[in-house]
């Protein structure tokens, strides 16, 4: 990944397609001075994501897209992006998965956190799996995103203890609170 040479920080879209927790940590992070992005674009995949609100709050440009036909809307995104000179991508809890085509297009800049400690549980349901497998760590791993699902390159991940009697919500709050460090600490890791 190139170096932030220049004082300009790089103009970022985060996707989301619910409650945004990530993006608005994202969105603080990218406020302060050492941060090497700016989030200048919001994508979701329904207009029903409760993150969305964080576009208004900050006055961030969002567009909602219809990804029942992907081509065609993949072809807008990246107009888009082009019009707004985006050149780097974090999904932040966008539930649909990108062609190969477009992920080819942003190689090397398009990162995921997922809540779990890759490559263990790819997908869905990744706390109620390592409570069922009585693991005894969960985590969650911020990642380069490649056409195989949950598969890139790791940049950070956090491991996180599972306690007597968890639960998968208990477990998942946990995480999340771990994943607002992570996310940014691996941004500051890939840039600096
Ligand atoms: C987060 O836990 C994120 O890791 C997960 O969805 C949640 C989104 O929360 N992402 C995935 O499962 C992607 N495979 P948020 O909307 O509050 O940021």
Do not use: W
Not at 17 to 29: A, Q
Not at 58 to 69: A, L
Not at 152 to 169: A, D, M, P, R, V
């Amino acid at each position: 990944m190139e170096k932030l040479t220049g004082r300009k920080k790089i103009k970022t879209a985060v996707f989301i397609s619910g409650t945004g927790s990530n993006l608005k940590n994202l969105i603080n992070f990218s406020k302060i001075k050492k941060s090497p992005i700016s989030i200048d674009l919001i994508i979701s995949n329904t207009n029903k994501a409760k993150g969305l609100k964080y576009a208004n709050q900050f006055n961030i440009t969002k567009k909602i897209f219809n990804f029942q036909k992907i081509k065609i809307v993949e072809k807008q995104i990246l107009s888009l992006m082009k019009k707004e000179n985006i050149h780097f991508i974090c999904l932040a809890g966008f539930m649909k998965i990108l062609s190969k085509n477009f992920i080819k297009k942003f190689d090397g800049k398009i990162i995921n956190i997922h809540p779990s400690l890759l490559p263990k549980y790819k997908g869905l349901y990744t706390h109620k799996k390592a409570i069922e497998n009585k693991d005894k760590f969960a985590g969650c791993t911020v990642h380069y995103v490649t056409a195989k699902l949950d598969s890139g390159k790791t940049i950070l991940q956090k491991k996180i203890k599972i306690t007597l009697n968890e639960n998968s919500i208990s477990l998942a709050k946990k995480v999340l609170e771990q994943e607002h460090k992570l996310y940014p600490a691996a941004i500051k890791k890939i840039f600096n």
